[in-house]
């Protein structure tokens, strides 16, 4: 059957799922699970997909909340992966749309294997929780979670769209400057003020940042800056995040933010303990071969896409690791108005609007008919892992 034929065969399959796909979204995103919680949204996408014969594991790759749903095709490889996310945000539940991530996945992958039948490839749900600071992902790689992955996708709600975006490294950091306590007015000389030299390293990482390449930030606050008025200040607890683009220039970047803290608490004569908190999110490098089949697949869906440049309005997120791992692309989605911003209630009700629900199923085509691109086309693929090569070459 020819490629364009079965194509219109993946999306009219979307079309016959599409309620199901939008009451999938519907019901995770009206029980927010957050960070490693998600056990009911697990349940609910795993039902549906084990209803079209996936083979699932839950729990997977030694995370409760992670699941692997598997369609055998004729052939062992290629092994392509959509990803899902499903973890929503404290207080603000699924501001960040990842219902839609995980119906999308389920509606993508049903309506290739609908479509195509016997399908060359192994074709992958990866359910992936805890994006939101957990870094499920990378918890998962580390337990052999993507081995053998070919290539792996995910669409995310946003408010523009673009195939192919940048996305920072990020390390959280806590420095605690330790002094010592006197009384400020009587013994004012017996103290050792770390408050001062919390002031000093806030002001070191402003000058600082004059000198950043144009690609980075640093950016934090003073959790704890002393107890009363009246007492020098013997502890200050300040936390920080350090992002940047390049992986070799953001590790030289957290060493230059220790020096400075260093730097501070030696003009005070203070001590500084410097902790990284969590997980640090590698840069995502997305994989520009997977994302032009993506462009021209939505180009025959009619949809547009927003000019933005790669690093504008970006953040950070664990699938950079993944991106590590396998070529992946992480492409976005407009599912209201440009003022409707992740993590903000505007979002929310973008989520579940009728006009979200109209560009869910949009990309969920795109996302359905680069995933077949990836199982047939070889030489899509071989590009792809040539590219990805050659990135990994290039950052070390
Ligand atoms: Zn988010
Ligand atoms: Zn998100």
């Given at each position: 059957m020819k490629n364009s034929v079965i194509k219109r065969k993946i999306c009219k399959a979307v079309d016959d799922l599409a309620g199901r796909i939008i009451a999938l979204n519907k019901s995770i995103f009206d029980n927010p699970e957050t960070c490693f919680k998600e056990r009911e949204s697990v349940k609910l996408i795993t039902s549906e997909l084990r209803a079209e014969s996936f083979e699932i594991t839950?729990?997977?790759?030694?995370?409760?909340?992670?699941?692997?749903?598997?369609?055998?095709?004729?052939?062992?490889?290629?092994?392509?992966?959509?990803?899902?996310?499903?973890?929503?945000?404290?207080?603000?539940?699924h501001a960040c749309g990842h219902s839609m991530i995980a119906a999308s996945a389920f509606g993508a992958a049903v309506a290739i294997?609908?479509?195509?039948?016997?399908?060359?490839?192994?074709?992958?749900?990866?359910?992936?929780?805890?994006?939101?600071?957990?870094?499920?992902?990378?918890?998962?790689i580390k337990n052999n979670g993507f081995k053998g992955?070919?290539?792996?996708?995910?669409?995310?709600?946003?408010?523009?769209?673009?195939?192919?975006?940048?996305?920072?490294?990020?390390?959280?950091?806590?420095?605690?400057?330790?002094?010592?306590?006197?009384?400020?007015?009587?013994?004012?000389?017996?103290?050792?003020?770390?408050?001062?030299?919390?002031?000093?390293?806030?002001?070191?990482?402003?000058?600082?940042?004059?000198?950043?390449?144009?690609?980075?930030?640093?950016?934090?606050?003073?959790?704890?800056?002393?107890?009363a008025p009246n007492i020098i200040p013997e502890k200050v607890v300040m936390?920080?995040?350090?992002?940047?683009?390049?992986?070799?220039?953001?590790?030289?970047l957290i060493k230059k933010v220790a020096q400075c803290a260093r730097g501070a608490a030696k003009a005070v004569g203070c001590k500084v303990k410097i902790k990284k908190?969590?997980?640090?999110?590698?840069?995502?490098?997305?994989?520009y071969p997977i994302g032009n089949a993506?462009?021209?697949?939505?180009?025959?869906?009619?949809?547009?896409?927003?000019?933005?440049?790669?690093?504008?309005?970006?953040?950070?997120?664990?699938?950079?690791?993944l991106s590590l791992v396998t070529p992946t692309l992480h492409p976005e989605y407009a599912v209201g108005k440009k003022t409707d911003i992740n993590h903000s209630r505007d979002f929310l009700k973008a989520v579940v609007s009728p006009r979200g629900a109209g560009a869910m199923l949009a990309m969920t085509k795109a996302l359905a008919m680069t995933t077949y691109d990836l199982l047939t086309d070889a030489k899509l693929l071989s590009e792809a892992r040539g590219m990805f090569l050659e990135q990994r070459k290039r950052m070390g």
């Open positions: 839950a729990p997977f790759a030694g995370v409760k909340t992670a699941f692997k749903a598997v369609s055998r095709g004729k052939r062992a490889r290629p092994k392509i992966a959509l990803i899902a996310e499903y973890d929503a945000l404290p207080e603000l539940g294997k609908r479509a195509v039948g016997d399908h060359p490839g192994e074709l992958l749900v990866i359910g992936t929780p805890a994006e939101e600071g957990g870094g499920g992902k990378i918890k998962m992955v070919d290539a792996a996708l995910m669409a995310h709600p946003s408010n523009k769209t673009r195939v192919v975006a940048r996305m920072y490294a990020i390390s959280h950091l806590q420095l605690t400057f330790l002094g010592k306590a006197a009384h400020a007015a009587a013994f004012p000389d017996k103290g050792v003020n770390a408050l001062d030299a919390g002031v000093l390293f806030y002001n070191g990482i402003s000058a600082m940042r004059q000198q950043l390449n144009g690609e980075a930030r640093i950016h934090g606050i003073f959790t704890r800056g002393g107890d936390d920080f995040y350090v992002r940047a683009l390049d992986r070799k220039y953001f590790e030289a908190i969590g997980h640090t999110y590698d840069p995502f490098y997305p994989s993506f462009r021209a697949n939505m180009k025959t869906l009619n949809i547009a896409e927003d000019r933005f440049g790669e690093t504008e309005e970006i953040g950070s997120s664990d699938i950079g690791a």
